[in-house]
């Protein structure tokens, strides 16, 4: 017999949105896909998502196992002890092998704390990964949360995948509209309507960069190349000042010099940076390679398979809350790109030695 | 770990994690891995003259970060380096300063 393989890194992913913007029904419907057949979910309670039809077997008191082979915990303390439980659970064979993680995090919370712990935990950070930040936000009520709250802007900006909920209960153009402020905020991440026919479960923790890529490069152009400066529902410049804009970068980039550069933004300003993402020209490689940091966080760069397209010029999305755009792009320019002559002499002239050695 | 100075091994920067010749390496390309950590050194140094500091690499393992008048510390990764070098010389790193940016582009223009 086989058994089924757990991934060297478990994903962890997020499940965020403001208070009611449908995150406990798009867990019950999650919750019943067999897209998630072999995850774990953890939920702040039991009751509100309504599991007893679903239940086939209680294994503890905080933790169930579905009909859909999902299985579901409940985060009593710290997120942190929660996750590790499951782990050892898992370990010792006492649950399902599950491959991902889901968290469904309260209304009000920054995801980022969240992300951090996965990062940042010394156990945890050899066994799982961060995987999408899925954000919920709500056809009817989302456009005045956008407008008042800091935390519902921060919940888009972070996120991965959007997901419109209540749609049905809004006019398309109020729906358009959203989409627009969404696309402000949040430039890259794919835009999902929870009641749309063509709406799938398993899109939303789908980890394919080439979605990623292709929205980022998107025929349509860039969705902010110029800074975007949010409005509340008033017309009023937002408290939050949550702006978006796209650097592009001519020329190959020095790994070194932007890591460093970015660690030292990220050492000042990191808890202003609410997104850092992009596809980068790196000198002396062949693939891109893509970024992707939330806050202090960054995610291990991945090399991509093949450039998307013909364009082989840099690009870095930011997603800034309250930082000036126009310093940043200047700070770029000045440190980001290695501006001192490489050194093509590295190697000694051995022709040079050789000459020296037969003379 | 390193018995001499207990500084624990093992923690993966994500500036590290770009597979080049020379970063992922421990004991093979050995001249790759020295030459990608001088060009580590070549340009954190670049950076941190702003700010009186200098960088050199400790025994191919850590990297030692000093101010001119010899305080030092050493650090594990680049992800330690600004949270150092801010202790050392005793103000902000930041590379928003507008100062520092006009410095720097001057430099360049030179």
């Not at chain 1, 782990?87 to 599950?98: A, D, I, M, Q």
Request: proline share 5%.
């Amino acid at each position: 017999m086989t058994e089924p393989q757990v991934p060297l890194l478990t994903p962890i992913n997020l499940l965020t949105g403001f208070l009611g913007s449908g995150k406990t029904t798009l867990l019950a419907r999650l919750l019943a896909d067999p897209a998630l057949s072999d995850a774990a979910v953890l939920i702040n309670e039991f009751g509100e998502v309504g599991l007893d039809h679903h239940l086939v077997e209680r294994i503890d008191d905080t933790m169930v196992l579905l009909q859909s082979g999902c299985l579901c915990c409940t985060v009593r303390g710290e997120l942190a002890d929660a996750i590790k439980d499951l782990h050892s659970k898992r370990e010792r064979g006492l649950v399902p092998p599950f491959r991902r993680i889901v968290v469904e995090s309260t209304g009000l919370a920054d995801p980022f704390p969240v992300l951090s712990t996965i990062k940042s935990d010394p156990v945890l950070r050899h066994h799982f990964r961060p995987g999408n930040v899925i954000t919920t936000v709500d056809a009817v009520n989302g456009p005045g949360q956008l407008g008042t709250y800091v935390e519902s802007n921060r919940q888009v900006a972070v996120a991965d995948r959007l997901v419109v909920t209540k749609a049905d209960l809004t006019p398309a153009a109020d729906i358009a509209s959203l989409g627009e402020k969404l696309r402000t905020i949040n430039p890259d991440a794919p835009l999902l309507t929870a009641t749309d026919p063509s709406f799938v479960v398993a899109d939303l923790v789908d980890e394919n960069l080439s979605l990623r890529a292709a929205a980022l490069q998107s025929t349509s152009g860039f969705y902010c190349e110029a800074p975007v400066q949010l409005a509340t529902a008033g017309g009023a410049a937002h408290q939050s000042a949550v702006t978006s804009f796209v650097m592009t970068v001519e020329r190959a980039i020095d790994w070194t010099a932007f890591g460093i550069w970015l660690t030292m933004l990220l050492n000042r300003h990191g808890e202003k940076v609410l997104r850092v993402k992009g596809i980068l020209n790196i000198a002396g490689e062949e693939r891109p390679v893509a970024i992707h940091g939330v806050q202090h966080l960054v995610h291990t760069p991945v090399h991509m398979e093949r450039w998307p397209d013909e364009d082989r010029r840099s690009h870095i999305v930011f997603i800034v809350d309250g930082l000036d755009v126009g310093l940043l792009k200047r700070s770029f320019e000045a440190f980001a790109l290695d501006q001192s002559p490489v050194e093509t002499a590295a190697v000694p002239k051995r022709s040079l030695q050789e000459h020296q050695s037969f003379s | 770990m390193c018995s001499l100075c207990g500084v624990l091994g093992g923690n993966e920067h994500w500036a590290d994690a770009v597979a080049r010749p020379g970063v992922y390496t421990r004991n093979v390309e050995r001249i790759d891995r020295r030459r990608e950590r001088a060009n580590r050194v070549r340009i954190a140094n670049a950076m941190l003259a702003r700010f009186g500091l200098t960088i050199s690499d400790w025994q191919g393992a850590s990297f030692v970060l000093s101010t001119r008048t010899g305080k030092s510390e050493i650090i594990e990764d680049l992800g330690h380096l600004w949270p150092a070098a801010e202790r050392l010389c005793g103000r902000a790193c930041d590379p928003l300063d507008p100062a520092l940016i006009d410095a720097a582009e001057a430099a360049i223009d030179d």
